[in-house]
């Protein structure tokens, strides 16, 4: 036998084969993914949570019912652009200007536009946000915060037809035909138009 060492053949992988950026994506589920993924990562942000804090606590109530943050759980949800759709225009931008992006990339932009107030957003307790996701409840756009029409400028071109017409949708929903919502006790009760 021989006393030399027999070194094993270990295939190094190739390196140069592997690319850190997306440039597009195969199909819709792994798009939506990505998509959900950024979603996941800014809201679990230190950046993200200090953001939401500093509204809750400048706003301090719920800007339907006018009860306090302190007395009531309050969501802050984010109108006309939902966060997804924030998410879906940074990332058509980012593909146009750079023809290819990192995840990182487009969190650290979307966490900037919250910085940079460019986002709009409503606090509304949770009852009432969830009522909104149901279709239950309609926001009239004058009480939205924030500069989104700064945003819808600066990214109009990499607005989709789609959430476009979900924006104007929500855009026509003003404090004048906004079906008024009644109290009654504790209970709303909203019009038979609703």
């Known amino acids: 036998m021989s006393d030399t060492i027999v070194q094993a053949s270990i295939n190094e992988p190739t390196f140069e084969l592997l690319d850190i950026y997306t440039y597009e994506f195969y199909d819709v589920k792994e798009y939506n993914k990505f998509v959900s993924n950024i979603k996941r990562l800014v809201r679990s942000t230190l950046e993200y949570s200090t953001w939401v804090s500093f ?35 940074v990332l058509a931008k980012q593909l146009a200007v750079n023809s290819k992006t990192t995840t990182i990339d487009v969190v650290k ?6 910085y940079d107030n460019k986002v709009g957003y409503v606090l509304l307790i949770k009852s009432l946000h969830e009522k909104f996701h149901n279709g239950y409840l309609k926001i009239p756009i004058e009480i939205v915060n924030g500069k989104w029409k700064k ?15 979900t924006v104007n949708k929500y855009r026509n929903i003003t404090l004048q035909n906004c079906s008024p919502i009644k109290w009654d006790k504790d209970f709303l009760i909203y019009d038979e138009e609703d």
Do not use: G, R, W
């Open 151 to 165: 945003f819808e400028e600066e990214y109009l071109p990499y607005i989709s037809n789609d959430i476009m017409q």
């Open 55 to 89: 509204i809750k606590h400048e706003k301090n109530l719920c800007q339907y019912t006018h009860e306090s943050t302190t007395a009531l759980t309050v969501d802050l949800h984010h109108h006309p652009y939902s966060m997804e759709n924030i998410v879906k225009i």
């Open 109 to 114: 932009e979307v966490l900037q536009l919250h």
